[in-house]
């Protein structure tokens, strides 16, 4: 894979690669689509709130259960 250095006059005109983007040659042709890496320190560790004895209670739950090959033959009727 190439690596291009991007310097701040580049960056400017890229939006400072906050949000996505095309890249178009002078006839306007889209060359390529940029989506900027995801900066994941804006975001916190999420912890599911079921805890794992309430999960395993759900899972031996006599519920009728069923699989995506019955729900999508049951959709298809419809």
Wanted: aromatic share 6%; proline share 5%; with cysteine.
């Amino acid at each position: 894979m190439t690596r291009i250095i991007v310097d701040e006059t580049l960056r400017k005109k890229l939006h400072n690669l906050s949000e996505p983007l095309d890249l178009c040659d002078e006839s306007g042709r889209v060359l390529a689509r940029l989506t900027p890496l995801a900066d994941l320190s804006q975001y916190e560790p999420w912890e599911p709130t079921f805890s794992e004895e309430e999960l395993r209670r759900q899972e031996e739950a006599k519920e009728k259960r069923y699989t995506t090959a019955e729900v999508l033959a049951r959709l298809e009727k419809l």
